[in-house]
Antibody, heavy 122, light 107 residues
Framework: QVQLQQSGPGLVKPSQTLSLTCAISGDSVSSDSTTWNWIRQSPSRGLEWLGR?????????DYAVSVKSRITISPDTSKNQFSLQLNSVTPDDTAVYFC????????????WGQGTLVTVSS | DIQMTQSPSSLSASVGDRVTITCRASQSINTYLNWYQQKPGKAPKLLIY???SLQSGVPSRFSGSRSGTDFTLTISSLQPEDFATYYCQQSYSTPITFGQGTQLEIK
């Protein structure tokens, strides 16, 4: 059974960098036909897909236009995990952040991490 | 980006009622439409994938259908554990997008 375990701080100061990690068990971050995603949820934005990383002969990333200039999603094959970095955060980035697996064969997000509430405040 | 418009945004119903939630895509997405249920403090849970396929372990009172770019989630007989928020999500193209949600409340 695949499980995703998120870790990272719940409070970040404005203009600083939000960093979260998603540890994978039961699958590999390097799996073919699988993407590893970050999604956030807030009352103002609803569920918003932020981006993904995946391996297909080499590593690829795709990002949402709304955060493209500030976001990095990167794999760590040695620890079988992937991470999110969001730079220059503002209070508008306050949200619950989820990591999730997406398999192209199945075409759905499953499983999800437990979610991390990140508050941007001084 | 493909916009997903869900309706209604909220719905009050009673145990035993039949409930329908609709999601409209702004362009063709074939059958690349999933439905999720979310309860407070939890991650979304997959109910229906590819518009009409029931995820393993999900009760058969949940069903999905498609008509063009309109998609429907139906709960045939509401149970107390079904009161939650429901989201549609398209996986036809990137960026992957979600509907704004339908909050199902007890009448």
């Amino acid at each position: 059974q695949v499980q995703l375990q998120q870790s990272g701080p719940g409070l970040v100061k404005p203009s600083q960098t939000l960093s979260l990690t998603c540890a994978i068990s039961g699958d590999s971050v390097s799996s073919d036909s699988t993407t590893w995603n970050w999604i956030r949820q807030s009352p103002s934005r609803g569920l918003e897909w932020l981006g993904r990383t995946y391996y297909s002969s080499k590593w690829y990333n795709d990002y949402a236009v709304s955060v493209k200039s500030r976001i990095t999603i990167s794999p760590d094959t040695s620890k079988n995990q992937f991470s999110l970095q969001l730079n220059s955060v503002t209070p508008d980035d306050t949200a619950v952040y989820f990591c999730a697996r997406f398999n192209w064969g199945n075409n759905w997000f499953d499983p999800w991490g437990q979610g991390t509430l990140v508050t941007v405040s001084s | 980006d493909i916009q997903m418009t869900q309706s209604p945004s909220s719905l009050s119903a009673s145990v035993g009622d039949r409930v329908t939630i609709t999601c409209r895509a702004s362009q063709s997405i074939n059958t690349y439409l999933n439905w999720y249920q979310q309860k407070p403090g939890k991650a979304p849970k997959l109910l229906i994938y590819l518009a009409s396929s029931l995820q393993s372990g999900v009760p058969s009172r949940f069903s999905g259908s498609r008509s063009g770019t309109d998609f429907t989630l139906t709960i045939s007989s509401l149970q107390p554990e079904d009161f939650a928020t429901y989201y549609c999500q398209q996986s036809y193209s990137t960026p992957i997008t979600f509907g704004q949600g339908t909050q199902l409340e007890i009448k």
